[in-house]
């Protein structure tokens, strides 16, 4: 019976279901079962004097059904729905395999009631004295009584129906299960935990770009208008010479502009110095650059570059620098006003005095003293130079607006200062006047008209 009970299956899992091995113990009984007739299914024909011995299993083994096969168990930790999941196809599948193999039986099960109703005997005797008789030969059969082989058939037939239908059953319990089984409550916590997680990630990412996009914008734009500035300035001034409008109601009525921080803005002065004992530089500045106001002026000579310097850098006090040594000035000018300076200095002694809006703020001595002013120099406005003309820094430039620069060969009275300053008088330097033909400007320098003296009183 085994090919017969393996069909479209291989054999060894035909035997292993409860139905397959009832059939095949029976079938091994009926195979060495002595005398009876030739097969009914056309097989070669018993010796003369061949029977069958017919066994039957006891009713409470009938009845206890098959027990289902153990469902191997997923290796690893799984989620519970994956392995409900994995255990309902495993169900499904033994379901299967039992339908094929209760289909593919039933011509054996047709083949064993042929023969057992050979189990009447042979000869006329009944079932029972068969039965009897393989007793009496000694054959154990576990104090079973003979039995109706109909009787046998149904209890058969009754028992893999009962196999069948709590397969089914539960088949449908598992997949009414996982049809309506909700996840649990703690999944559904982690994944709207991390759900919020990556939301508020992408939040701050996108409030960090923000940011990045607003600052950059802003630095384009101050530079942008910085530039444009810078641009529009020249262009007018471009435009003024076009027109050869230059020219100034009075050639020291105009003023140079410096708006930037930079290395290359810067106006110079075409006339140089002579030698110099004694002098007195006054001009009118106005700035708000914050540290220092910068570089208003410095005069450089050949092997020294501070020959003349006045300085206000960093956090520093404004300094007065003469031949490289160094004198602080009580001068306050960084508060975007027009301020009248003046500075004077002799070599007798190093002695200088320091003048804002007319009024003398400080004085002092010892300041390179006995040494003379070097003749031959360059004389730039807005810079502060390294060598002579040229190496400017940007952090020292100059940034604002002056006008009326002069020089003279000698110190001034306080008197004069004060009428200069209060515009009483108007006294142009000896050695170096404030005119337009004197000044050349570069690198966006620009040079306006300038408020009137009377106005840039009025913004003292």
């Known amino acids: 019976l085994a090919p017969r009970l393996g069909a479209g299956r291989p054999a060894e899992r035909a035997l292993r279901s409860p139905a397959g091995m009832l059939l095949v113990a029976a079938g091994l009984l009926l195979a060495v079962a002595a005398g009876g007739r030739g097969s009914p299914t056309g097989d070669q024909e018993s010796p003369p004097g061949s029977r069958f011995v017919c066994t039957s299993l006891p009713l409470d083994v009938a009845g206890a059904g098959c027990p289902l096969p153990p469902v191997p168990m997923q290796g690893g930790a799984l989620p519970p729905e994956e392995e409900l999941k994995a255990t309902v196809l495993q169900l499904r599948e033994t379901v299967l395999q039992q339908k094929e193999t209760i289909g593919s039986q039933r011509e054996a099960i047709r083949e064993l009631t042929g023969k057992l109703s050979r189990c009447e005997g042979t000869d006329g005797k009944s079932a029972a004295g068969a039965w009897k008789n393989e007793v009496g030969k000694g054959k154990d059969t576990m104090g079973d009584l003979p039995r109706d082989p109909a009787q046998v058939i149904d209890q058969l037939s009754r028992t893999m129906q009962t196999l069948k239908d709590r397969l089914e059953s539960l088949e449908h319990q598992l997949r009414a299960n996982v049809s309506y089984a909700a996840l649990p409550s703690d999944l559904r916590e982690m994944l709207q935990r991390r759900l919020g997680d990556l939301e508020r990630q992408l939040l701050s990412k996108v409030a960090e770009l923000e940011d990045e996009k607003s600052l950059l914008h802003n630095e384009t734009s101050a530079h942008r208008q910085k530039t444009e500035t810078a641009l529009n300035a020249l262009l007018e001034r471009v435009s003024e010479l076009e027109k050869g409008n230059s020219a100034f109601k009075s050639p020291d009525e105009f003023k140079v502009s410096l708006p930037l921080r930079t290395n290359y803005l810067y106006g110079k002065i075409k006339k140089t110095l002579p030698e110099l004992y004694a002098f007195t530089v006054c001009l009118w500045l106005r700035s708000s650059a914050s540290p220092g106001i910068g570089t208003p002026f410095s005069y450089a000579v050949p092997g020294q570059a501070n020959e003349i310097v006045l300085i206000e850098w960093g956090n520093n006090p404004i300094e007065l620098l003469i031949n490289d040594k160094v004198a602080q000035l009580p001068l306050f000018i960084s508060d975007g006003k027009w301020h009248h300076i003046c500075i004077t200095w002799t070599t007798r002694d190093g002695m200088w005095e320091a003048f804002q809006d007319g009024e003398k703020l400080g004085t002092g001595e010892n300041l390179a003293p006995w040494h003379p002013i070097k003749p031959g120099g360059v004389l730039i406005l807005g810079q502060e130079q390294d060598t002579v003309g040229g190496r400017f820094d940007a ?27 209060n515009c009483s008088i108007n006294m142009p330097g000896n050695i170096i006047p404030w005119v337009d033909n004197n000044v050349d400007v570069f690198g966006g320098a620009t040079k306006w008209p300038v408020e009137t003296c009377e106005e840039r009183l009025l913004d003292l």
């Open 395 to 421: 952090t020292q430039a100059f940034v604002g607006e002056m006008s009326q620069f002069n020089i003279w060969d000698r110190v001034l009275k306080a008197e004069d200062i004060m009428n200069i300053a």
